[in-house]
């Protein structure tokens, strides 16, 4: 499948991009994860998105583009994809239209995950992140902790609340959401590629998806 996954920070994007892989050998792509990634490994692409990352703005399109032009055309997306965090912008998915033109690759649709802004709010500050780049396992600490307090399961690396997750950067991702890649529905919408899933749960959004593909 090759899906588009919108909706706010905390919306669940993650955990639903994980739960479609296992269908079909889909490859998740998180822009975010890459560029976590890229900063702990200490790369040009990471110093230069850390300090936007920190403070909860965007990372300059430029950038953006040029991680995913590459990254679209690596083998494991032959299967298909879905996209998780990206695009975030308007100029972002203009973009990303011209580069699947040029890749003669086309989608299935775009998924937009509805969710009340204060589950989202609430759910950020209990998130907790595995700091493996590698893993980047997802709990949070009421709903969902891991079995041993501040470890990974997967993996046994320590987990963390990432840098961005302060109520203060929390609040500042949220608007920068509303402003910049909330109007990127209706840029789907009228291509006629959307479809809204409200709901809080990922199962019932991984059902939504499956049964709108017919699988
Ligand atoms: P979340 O969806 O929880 O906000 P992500 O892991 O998707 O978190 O992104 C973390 C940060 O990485 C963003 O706040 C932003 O700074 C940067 N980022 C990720 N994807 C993009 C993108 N497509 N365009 C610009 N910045 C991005
Ligand atoms: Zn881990």
Redesign the pocket.
């Known amino acids: 499948m090759k899906i588009i996954l919108l909706g706010a920070?905390?919306a669940g994007?993650?955990t639903v991009a994980k739960q479609l892989t296992q269908l079909d050998g889909s490859v998740q792509i998180?822009?975010?994860?890459i560029?976590?990634g890229a900063v702990q490994a200490g790369s040009e692409l990471g110093k230069e998105?850390k300090g936007?990352?920190d403070r909860?703005?965007?990372?300059?399109?430029s950038l953006?583009m040029g991680i995913m032009e590459a990254r679209l055309q690596e083998d494991d997306c032959e299967k298909g994809f879905l996209l998780?965090?990206?695009?975030?912008?308007i100029p972002?998915a203009e973009a990303l239209t011209e580069l699947l033109a040029k890749l003669d690759i086309s989608l299935d649709m775009v998924v937009n995950i509805d969710v009340p802004r204060d589950v989202i709010f609430d759910r950020?500050c209990t998130r907790r992140t595995c700091e493996n780049t590698k893993c980047q396992a997802i709990y949070n600490v009421k709903s969902m902790p891991p079995k041993k307090e501040g470890i990974c399961d997967k993996c046994g690396s320590p987990i963390v609340q990432r840098a961005?997750e302060t109520q203060e950067a929390i609040a500042h991702?949220l608007d920068?959401?509303n402003e910049k890649t909330a109007p990127l529905a209706g840029f789907y919408e009228k291509k006629g590629l959307l479809k809204t899933i409200t709901g809080t749960s990922s199962d019932a959004v991984v059902n939504g998806i499956k049964k709108e593909l017919g699988i």
């Open positions: 920070p905390g994007k993650g998180s822009t975010g994860d560029l976590r998105a936007y990352m909860g703005d965007l990372v300059p399109d953006i998780d965090g990206f695009p975030r912008t972002q950020l961005d991702r920068t959401y």
